[in-house]
């Protein structure tokens, strides 16, 4: 299984990014998907999973509100939509495919994507 991020870049404060995570296999649909950031010098957060179907997603607080996940299973897509983006969304944000079937924290991941920069200036 192999998951590719892309989609990011830079961004103005209150600006939107949006970000795909493609994977290969077929492995998508019958799982569970997450977004995961790492901002310079602090761990990695686990901001949005989401449920086979789609039909269930969790946000952090961090992002609630602002960011939206998605997901096209034909399409072996998954999206992570970014509004009113703020300066402390800077980080590098991942994929990854969750283990078992829970799309909540604490989402452990089987497979992980590259990771896409996303840089918001103030």
């Known amino acids: 299984v192999q998951l590719q991020a892309s989609g990011g870049g830079l961004a103005q404060a209150g600006g939107s990014l949006r970000l795909s995570c493609a994977a290969s296999?077929?492995?998508?649909?019958?799982?569970?998907m997450g977004w995961f950031r790492q901002a310079p010098g602090k761990e990695r957060e686990f901001i949005s999973g989401?449920?086979?179907?789609?039909?269930?997603?969790y946000y952090a607080n961090s992002v609630k509100g602002r960011f939206t996940t998605s997901r096209d299973n034909a399409k072996n897509t998954m999206y992570l939509q970014m509004n009113s983006l703020k300066p402390e969304d800077t980080a590098v944000y991942y994929c990854?495919?969750?283990?078992?079937?829970?799309?909540?924290?604490?989402?452990?991941?089987?497979?992980w994507g590259q990771g896409t920069q996303v840089t918001v200036s103030s």
């Open positions: 990854a495919i969750g283990r078992g079937v829970e799309y909540r924290p604490p989402f452990p991941a089987d497979y």
């Open positions: 989401i449920s086979r179907s789609g039909g269930s997603i």
């Open positions: 296999g077929r492995v998508f649909s019958s799982s569970v």
